[in-house]
């Protein structure tokens, strides 16, 4: 786990636990691994209760080893039109976020969850840009 290039947080969580089975204290490992004592505790409290399982991150999944997240073409091309079409006569804003056009694709049920950096990253393949400030509710 701790020589995986592609995926830096577990990476990271490794070096914690291991540091950690090497006898140094919590705050040393923060200041080593640049995150806080705090974070450092709840990574050896997870992997106490449920050993490497509990520690590993996958960024499109959000469970170890199940592998990424994959949407059929139709899928995505639906999320495209979405982007695309003019989010007034949706959602009655004039420019589509994030976290609207989100909720929005939730809540027709064209997917059943999707994270924002997924989002993002699929906009990024099609080539669409979105609005970069945060909407008010």
């Not at 990271?12 to 089975?21: D, G, K, M, N, V």
């Not at 039109?81 to 056009?101: N, Q, T």
């Amino acid at each position: 786990m701790k020589r995986q290039l592609s995926n830096a947080v577990n990476s990271r969580h490794a070096r914690i636990i291991l540091l950690s089975s090497g006898g140094v204290c919590n705050r040393e490992i923060a200041a080593r691994v640049g995150c806080t004592p705090v974070w450092v505790r709840r990574i050896i409290q997870r992997f106490n209760a449920g050993g490497i399982d509990a520690i590993g991150w996958c960024p499109y999944c959000g469970v170890a080893r199940a592998g990424p997240r994959r949407f059929f073409a139709e899928v995505v091309e639906e999320i495209a039109a979405v982007a695309l079409s003019p989010p007034k006569r949706l959602i009655g804003m004039s420019v589509w976020s994030l976290p609207k056009l989100r909720d929005y694709l939730v809540e027709q049920k064209i997917v059943p969850s999707i994270s924002l950096e997924w989002l993002r990253h699929l906009l990024r393949q099609c080539k669409i840009r979105w609005r970069h400030t945060k909407t008010c509710p």
